[in-house]
């Protein structure tokens, strides 16, 4: 029988070692983290908003408009549900957080108003990247508005 030399124990030991200390890295992140990153989310997608409202009220600018929308929709499409998990109903983030316990309980119903979000999202890009005039983007920003309306009526607290 060979034995099995020291320098590949030695590899098997420090394998396991990284990887014990990869599976503590990967823990889940607190929940104060969570509601300060979902916080932090919104705000960009607001102060986007209000680049292309300001844009449409006062002289449409479309590439101002592209790069605020784009933005809007690779926020309303990157997992923004992944940022409410159990354990964040309350607590502070950059403030308290403003999510009703309710939508904890119909995950089902947050995840479609979160789909719709990103389907019109997606699709205010498109308009504004079509050439459309601003009456047709309006429209479309005004659907867009309705999707973060809807969600709030029904998962928010008013601050």
């Keep these: 029988m060979t034995s099995i030399p020291r320098s590949l124990r030695l590899a098997v030991i ?28 919104f705000q960009v997608v607001a102060w986007n ?11 449409y600018n479309k590439e101002q408009v592209l790069k605020a929308a784009t933005a809007i929709a690779a926020i309303a499409n990157s997992g923004l549900g992944s940022l409410f998990p159990a354990g964040t ?36 890009v498109r308009v504004v990247s079509s050439g459309a005039d601003a009456a047709a983007v309006k429209d479309q920003f005004g659907k867009l508005q309705k999707t973060c309306k809807s969600c709030h009526d029904e998962f928010r607290n008013a601050n």
């Design 89 to 124: 109903e309350t607590g502070k983030g950059w403030h308290d957080t403003t999510a009703k316990a309710e939508l904890f309980a119909n995950s089902a119903k947050f995840a479609e108003l979160g789909g719709d979000f990103g389907k019109e999202s997606g699709e205010l």
């Design 14 to 41: 420090a394998g396991a070692l990284v990887g014990a200390a990869a599976a503590i890295a990967q823990q889940a992140p607190k929940p104060e983290n969570l509601i300060k990153w979902r916080q932090s989310a």
């Design 49 to 59: 908003s209000g680049r292309i409202k300001s844009s449409l009220d006062s002289g």
